[in-house]
């Protein structure tokens, strides 16, 4: 440790503790030589009681106290020729002898002149008889009143609390920071709090999952088959369910995964104790157990509105003025009018989203099949009709995701937004356009629809207006939602919307080898490199060999010109060689190596990986939705706020500046430095400054399929490894293909590449919405 080197440690008698050895020893802390808050390491000079003086280093729950007595268990170790104690476990010990009650004193506010007389009065008794007997204090000593006496009991109680509470904590296996958090939730009742219920952090403090208040529970004695565990387990596994896609699990399934989770080798949790669990959080109203599905309560009651929110708005009316043949008429008319032809699927959707008013209609269709074409013409036949019958027409076209809603928006000609802004989300206030404010609007779109979860879903759908009319865009061969639910296949598979599936490739027709092989996935057939130039399969056998290609084929198609911005790698998962923590890493140091680096790292890395920081030039994604975010333009130099505000989920930019900041702090008024990172995306700025701002960022070299949807780039690469066997599925593959609009190339091992086409897995989520739709 060269600090060391700087520090004048105090003579020590090297003859009182061997090497080797471990001891239990009261001491006082006479300096701090050294703490770092984040890890809780610290060494410190210390004197034994004995008054013989060492260093002694280890991880502390916190800075000790100057001037405490302390119980260490240590070992003795020697360190360039002087013996030194190295920290196992540590206590608040009571201070003994003259020299230690008389440090202890000199810590309290009041008390550094006075502590050696009061020592002289009151002798070994005096911590006692301060903290328990302040009148007589007050009584024996002179110039120290009851009030001040009082006080000073009271200090000595609130510190020895203190203490003990921070000890008891660090007990508990927590580091400094979440001691810290813990403390500013529960005050001086957090040992209550964690020796009664430690499963309560789950629900109240941030960052605390069930596993880190298992380790918790079971240091303060609770037994595997406590209620409360179990309880706590069920609700652990139901928001694992959820992050899965499930809104609900059978209540067998529960009881498989609680058994698989909280039992123990020959120590099985009773079917009974779980049954009574899940009876006990029902009455609680945090689950709902409908018919043996156990929900979150929440998903249950997002599902039944939907379901509720639905049937009102499935329920055309006939137009005051056009029936239906009038309908086709101005079909017609506007046909001949523009020279464009329809094939009969797209016809039949046309005239049937328009015959009627309001209504709830679905029109879905693979890549290529001119779902964005139709809907065209369905705006402008609905604009006509509405025309002729004297009413006012008003459209608004929302996407889940920033980037799905800029796609939509070129490929309409429309504006096209996302819907956190079409329903005017507010930080302080969520969603500002509801029941009872709901959109302005006649006719609401929503593309990308498969995007959309049970939470959005609901919260869109009771924010339109009784008589409007809804129009979903969709792919059903898509992946599902990141969120919870499979709303777009529920919808679909009720019956209680009009659903027009356009099958026809439209979209670049025979031209387009990206187009054929999503349709060859489509249909379960292997993909083949096309004639057509635009889409490839480059056969490898070993993960390097293709990341190795993967590297290759980037880097040739900057050469032909393309921007960085416009080709995506796209991967399956995050772990592994062609994961895309180590795709970033390596695509970083090939393609950005001497770009200006920054002491701030990706947050979105685990902890067990290499840290990875932030270089000018890195390729980065914005990762959730914030439409409160200040942007910024830039000229001659200068950033200036702009009129625009938000960025969404899904953006991609690159870093344009790393800059050091040096700003004043108003309660300490120290000053303190930090590094911004500065991203340009397309015309404007963002500044990314302090923890909450970096965890919206991630490096963007290589993304998920998943984070893809509503994306689209003109060149994607995708390597496909026997690695990413477990995650491979047709809806995967199929996502990754369609999101590229001029070139696509797999390289792929072969076998896992056709596994894959061949696995379909939509169906497998559990969800109440169908059943809900059909009133089952």
Not at 239 to 255: F, I, M, S
């Amino acid at each position: 440790m060269e600090l060391l080197d700087e520090w004048n440690v105090l003579d020590i008698e090297m003859d009182l503790l061997g090497e080797g050895e471990r001891v239990t020893r009261k001491l006082i802390p006479l300096t701090e030589l050294y703490f770092k808050e984040e890890t809780g390491f610290g060494i410190y000079s210390v004197e034994l009681l004995s008054g013989t003086s060492y260093v002694m280093k280890g991880k502390f729950p916190g800075s000790l106290t100057i001037g405490n007595t302390y119980e260490v268990e240590a070992d003795v170790t020697r360190y360039r020729g002087e013996l030194q104690l190295n920290v196992l476990h540590i206590k608040v010990a009571k201070a003994e002898g003259r020299r230690a009650i008389i440090f202890y004193l000199q810590t309290l506010h009041g008390l550094k002149t006075r502590a050696e007389s009061i020592y002289d009065t009151f002798g070994d008794k005096t911590l006692d008889v301060m903290t328990n007997n302040p009148n007589l204090v007050a009584a024996r000593m002179n110039g120290i009143g009851k009030k001040t006496a009082m006080k000073w009991s009271q200090l000595l109680k609130e510190k020895a609390q203190e203490e003990e509470q921070l000890l008891f904590l660090f007990g508990l296996g927590l580091n400094p920071t979440q001691v810290e958090t813990l403390q500013k939730t529960y005050g001086s009742k957090v040992r209550d709090v964690l020796e009664s219920n430690p499963y309560r952090l789950i629900q109240d403090v941030r960052g605390y999952g069930f596993k880190r208040c298992d380790t918790i529970a079971q240091s303060s004695g609770i037994t595997f088959n406590d209620g409360r565990r179990i309880r706590a387990g069920i609700i652990y596994i139901l928001q694992l369910a959820v992050r899965e896609g499930n809104t609900y699990l059978p209540q067998d399934e529960v009881k498989a995964r609680v058994q698989n989770m909280l039992g123990l080798p020959g120590h099985q949790i009773d079917d009974s104790a779980i049954n009574d669990a899940v009876e006990m959080l029902a009455l609680e109203g945090a689950v709902v157990n409908d018919h043996g599905h156990v929900y979150m309560k929440k998903y249950f009651v997002m599902e039944t509105e939907i379901a509720y929110e639905v049937e009102r708005l499935a329920s055309p009316t006939a137009w005051a003025k056009t029936d239906e043949k009038a309908v086709t008429s101005i079909l017609d008319d506007y046909l001949n009018a523009t020279g464009i032809h329809l094939e009969e699927k797209q016809r039949k959707a046309v005239e049937t989203f328009s015959s009627k008013r309001g209504g709830f209609y679905i029109l879905n269709g693979s890549a290529g099949c001119g779902k964005t074409f139709t809907l065209k013409v369905i705006l402008a036949i609905l604009q006509s009709v509405h025309r002729s019958n004297g009413l006012k027409y008003s459209v608004k076209i929302m996407a889940p995701t920033g980037k799905a809603s800029k796609v939509a928006s070129k490929a309409t000609g429309n504006t096209c937004i996302t819907i956190h802004r079409g329903l005017e989300f507010s930080p302080e206030e969520g969603f500002t356009r509801h029941a009872q404010n709901p959109l302005d609007e006649n006719v609401i779109v929503v593309d990308e629809s498969s995007m959309l979860d049970t939470e959005l879903a609901r919260d869109l759908l009771v924010a339109i207006k009784s008589g409007a009319k809804v129009i979903f865009l969709g792919d059903t061969k898509q992946l599902p939602s990141v969120g919870a639910g499979n709303v777009l296949l529920d919808l679909i598979g009720s019956g209680v919307v009009d659903v027009v599936t356009l099958d026809v490739v439209k979209r670049q027709g025979a031209e387009s080898g990206i187009i054929e092989n999503a349709n060859r996935i489509i249909r379960g057939e292997m993909v083949e490199t096309q004639n057509t130039n635009d889409s490839f399969v480059l056969p490898r056998q070993s993960d390097e060999d293709i990341l190795q290609t993967t590297i290759h084929s980037y880097r040739r198609l900057l050469e032909k010109g393309m921007r960085p911005e416009e080709v995506q790698v796209l991967t399956p998962q995050r772990k592994g060689l062609l994961g895309i923590y180590n795709l970033n890493r390596v695509f970083q140091e090939m393609f950005n190596p001497n770009g200006k680096a920054s002491t701030v790292h990706n947050l979105q890395m685990p902890d067990n990986e290499t840290p990875l920081h932030y270089r000018v030039g890195d390729k980065v994604i914005h990762i959730q939705n914030d439409i409160e975010r200040t942007l910024y333009n830039k000229d001659d130099g200068k950033y200036w706020e702009s009129r625009e505000k938000g960025i969404t989920n899904g953006e991609c930019g690159v870093v344009a500046e790393i800059v050091t900041v040096t700003k004043r702090d108003e309660l300490t008024d120290k000053l303190t430095t930090t590094e911004r990172i500065i991203v340009k995306y397309e015309d404007w700025y963002v500044y990314y400054e302090g923890k909450d701002d970096l965890e919206m960022l991630d490096h963007a070299y290589a993304l998920t399929i998943h984070k893809s949807q509503g994306s689209q780039w003109q060149a994607v690469i995708q390597p496909v490894s026997m690695s990413h066997m477990r995650m491979l599925d047709n809806n995967l593959l199929y996502t990754g293909e369609t999101r590229a609009s001029l070139f696509h190339c797999y390289i792929a091992y072969l076998y896992a590449l056709e596994r894959g086409i061949k696995t379909f897995r939509v169906h497998e989520r559990y969800t109440g919405l169908l059943s809900k739709l059909k009133n089952d």
